[in-house]
């Protein structure tokens, strides 16, 4: 190894390497146009990188549109009330912080993608609610709205598990008829080029 190389420290097991080992991520800043490179050994390191990265994506997607579902519910234009979001960040977190001895966790409840959901299903119950009680402001009727669709989270996550599913089934069954045609196509193909004898080519 050249003594003069630069080393550069993976960003996963922050061990340094010469940058021949390394694959780089790119991020430029939109406030102010600077490219930062972050390296990630090839191999385990940078596929490690690619899943978190994935993963990460998939769930601001999911945190995204149950920001859409809130603001459609409630009719919200800016900002609502940040103990909301903290509130939410604990049923996707499985914190309960009227345990006694409660510890935060992480990412061990429901997915933003079934408390969604969750709201989807009590829209009737919640805007009920908005009518009949009376609510000094949007957070206290946010507030009681989670308690509402708490009620609402199992049968939404089995929901969920039934939609994964069916589209894991749909999904086999069209790759299996795609299968079944790219077979039938090749028979058929074998018994045209079975078939075929000098006189189709040199004719009578």
Known sequence: MNKLARLLICQICREKDVKENMEVYSITSEKTGKTTNKY???GKCWEKFIKEKEESEREQ?????????LRSLFN???????SIWWMIED?????????KFWKKKYKKGY????????????????EWARLNRHFKDLGQEM????????SKLEDAYKKRIRTEQSE???????????????DNREVEYKKKDDGLDMSDILGD
């Open 61 to 69: 997607r999911e945190r995204d549109e149950l920001d859409s579902v």
């Open 91 to 99: 049923l996707r977190n499985g914190t309960n912080r009227f345990q």
């Open 76 to 82: 919200i234009k800016v900002k609502y009330p940040d």
């Open 111 to 126: 997915p933003y993608s079934v408390i969604a959901e969750a709201y989807r299903m009590s829209k009737d119950d919640i």
């Open 168 to 182: 894991k089934i749909a999904k086999a069954k069209e790759e299996s008829q795609l299968d079944l045609m790219f």
């Open 40 to 42: 990630y050994h090839k």
């Open 143 to 150: 507030r009681y709205s989670l308690k509402i669709i708490q």
